[in-house]
């Protein structure tokens, strides 16, 4: 199969799963012990006021006529309209998703740079002093929660060292924000050459993606070690080494095989980290898109929960398609293994 009908068919997956979380979400979301209507309305409100409450909502119509509308909408681009603050759900994820965004992609460039070279270093002599001092990391780095990791170093390296900012958002009371022109600050500041603001913005997201990054650098140095061991002793490499092949030609082998399970479960982290990242986004006050989602499942504001869920999987979808992609790339036989 030739890459691009794989890509094909990986994409024609992603509808039906994006149509049974969005839809499973809808209705789960109607069938919970909660009550909007009365939080709109009020705990004192006449039959008529909640009557118009239900018709304002839309939940005076039948459950799969909601889901319909809400699928015909969404199918055009329409994330609906928060019921909290009336503002379209599509303008307010479009303002905090790229917060979340560029929180984890700096933390999985940080965490790469970092986990594999040093996986590639304790695979050399399995074993060896490296190796175990290694895996005690990835077993320290993972041993805790996230939000303990984030208020450890909070305490430590804000409050003790004052190496960092205070944690309460991405950019100083003093800085003025640059004009939303892609609501990617970094970039938007660049546009504006505001190298201020960029700096300033670049320095509070250090502590949030340092934290991130010592957490996904447990699992992935773990996953680097075990790739490269495997590799290293595996019959093609072992075959390539006594046919004379030059060792520089070996090594490119041996890295572009061990990086098919490195990127599996890269994509699988990216992932989580996208709704798994709320705790990191709360303690430092970045008014991401988890947090959105959180915010949002606390004021039972279900449309904006739903929004927050469709983006999060979709984006999820994609990427999982984009790392299949660079897998089959890496190794073609998986192309074969899923026709």
């Not at 898109?289 to 739903?306: I, N, R």
């Amino acid at each position: 199969m030739n890459l691009g009908t794989f890509v094909l068919k990986r994409l024609a997956f992603v509808i039906p799963q994006l149509f049974v979380v969005v839809a499973g979400t809808f209705l789960l979301l109607r069938v919970l012990p909660v009550d909007p209507v009365a939080k709109i309305a009020g705990n004192f409100a006449t039959k008529d006021t909640i009557a118009n409450a239900k018709h304002t909502l839309g939940l005076d119509k039948p459950l799969l006529t909601q889901l319909w509308s809400y699928l015909g909408g969404l199918a055009h681009g329409d994330l609906g309209r928060s019921w909290n603050s009336t503002n379209p759900i599509a303008a307010d994820i479009g303002q905090r998703f790229p917060i979340t965004l560029q929180l984890i992609v700096m933390a999985f460039v940080l965490a790469l740079a970092v986990a594999i070279p040093v996986g590639r270093a304790a695979a050399a002599r399995p074993g060896g002093r490296a190796d175990r001092v290694t895996s005690v990391y990835s077993l320290f780095a993972g041993s805790q929660p996230d939000f303990w990791w984030a208020l450890m170093f909070i305490f430590i390296l804000y409050f003790h060292a004052h190496l960092f900012p205070a944690p309460l958002g991405i950019l100083s009371l003093a800085i003025a924000p640059p004009a939303p022109h892609t609501h990617f600050i970094l970039i938007d500041a660049l546009i504006d050459g505001d190298f201020g603001a960029f700096k300033d913005a670049l320095w509070h997201f250090a502590l949030p993606v340092l934290t991130l990054a010592f957490i996904l650098t447990g699992p992935i140095i773990k996953m680097t070690r075990q790739s490269v061991v495997d590799v290293v002793h595996s019959d093609y490499i072992l075959y390539a080494q006594a046919c004379g092949i030059p060792t520089r030609t070996v090594r490119r082998y041996m890295l572009r095989n061990a990086l098919a399970p490195i990127v599996t479960l890269t994509g699988i982290l990216f992932g989580y980290m996208l709704g798994g990242a709320v705790l990191i986004e709360t303690i430092f006050s970045l008014d991401g898109l988890g947090y959105y989602a959180l915010q949002s499942t606390l004021s039972t504001d279900f449309p904006a929960v739903e929004g927050a869920v469709v983006v999060m999987t979709a984006f999820s979808l994609f990427v999982y398609v984009a790392m299949d992609v660079l897998h089959a790339v890496l190794d073609p036989r998986v192309r074969y293994a899923r026709s």
